[in-house]
């Protein structure tokens, strides 16, 4: 398996997403008692939110490319469409 398939695994996303998160909440006090005027943190904490943000980006970017890529959702929609209309024909026949 390669790396990059590992990392755009949803539920491989989702955790790491929960335990970065448990992270920053454990590090509120620390940052805000004896961090709070440490310039190496505040460009750690600069950088870390760049790089998820364009993370973040890239993985909306994904999702946005799917549905173009599935012929399927197309070909059951207008299945859905032509069933939809023998029904109104048959019921308006039968009026």
Request: glycine content about 4%; some cysteine; charged content about 25%.
């Amino acid at each position: 398996m390669k790396l990059i398939d590992h990392f755009t695994n949803p539920a491989v996303m989702a955790k790491t997403h929960l335990y970065l998160s448990l992270m920053w909440l454990l590090l509120i006090p620390p940052s805000a008692l004896w961090w709070k005027d440490s310039v190496p943190y505040l460009v750690f904490i600069s950088v870390y939110a760049v790089i998820m943000g364009h993370i973040s980006s890239w993985q909306a970017a994904r999702v946005e490319q799917r549905p173009d890529e599935d012929d399927d959702v197309a070909e059951v929609n207008k299945a859905i469409c032509e069933l939809k209309e023998l029904i109104e024909e048959r019921l308006g026949g039968a009026k």
